[in-house]
């Protein structure tokens, strides 16, 4: 249910979470879920894991979802990219690879949330941190939440208030909207 005052809310992890655990995927099941119930919209990278779960915990609970893909087109896609469509109301084809969609990702976004991730994650949070989005980062029993906050702790440019941790989803969240409506 979109409403007046509904955002584009990314969702950044893992597209292979063999690292990453069960609970992650069930905790970006839940943020879907509660994106959706707010209301906003939920972006990803049109991929497997991390994004695909909280696509499909939105998609579940009637919200609207769509997926940057690196991808030109459908076809390479699907076949030299190997991704799948499922979950997503909408597919932006970027043609840019992974690097260049990130960068629409993210500066098509109002805010990040992050999740259980590696190197392609890194560079999402990357982006956003330099780009000054409000930020969330899912705490939970793997190590990407400390990495980033590791990185956060050895910047002294950007600002930091923008920046909230919690390792539940739906508070995750709503402290993120706070920061939005700043």
């Not at 970006?28 to 209301?39: N, S």
């Not at 579940?60 to 896609?77: C, D, L, Q, V, Y």
Request: aromatic share 8%.
């Amino acid at each position: 249910m979109k409403t007046d005052e509904s955002f584009k809310i990314c969702v950044s992890g893992a597209h292979e979470t063999l690292g990453c655990g069960q609970a992650s995927l069930d905790m970006a099941h839940e943020i879907g879920t509660e994106i959706a119930k707010h209301g906003h919209v939920l972006t990803s990278g049109a991929v497997t894991g991390f994004p695909m779960w909280a696509a499909k915990g939105a998609r579940e609970n009637g919200g609207t979802t769509i997926g940057f893909s690196p991808a030109a087109n459908a076809r390479e896609h699907a076949d030299v990219y190997k991704l799948p469509q499922g979950n997503l109301d909408l597919v932006v084809y970027t043609g840019f690879g992974y690097s260049g969609a990130d960068l629409m990702l993210m500066r098509s976004s109002d805010a990040v949330i992050f999740g259980c991730g590696r190197v392609g994650t890194i560079h999402e949070f990357s982006i956003a941190f330099q780009e000054g989005k409000p930020i969330g980062i899912l705490e939970g029993d793997w190590d990407t939440d400390e990495l980033l906050r590791e990185i956060i702790s050895k910047d002294t440019t950007r600002d930091h208030d923008l920046i909230v941790f919690d390792s539940d989803p739906k508070r995750l969240l709503e402290q993120l909207i706070k920061k939005i409506k700043k």
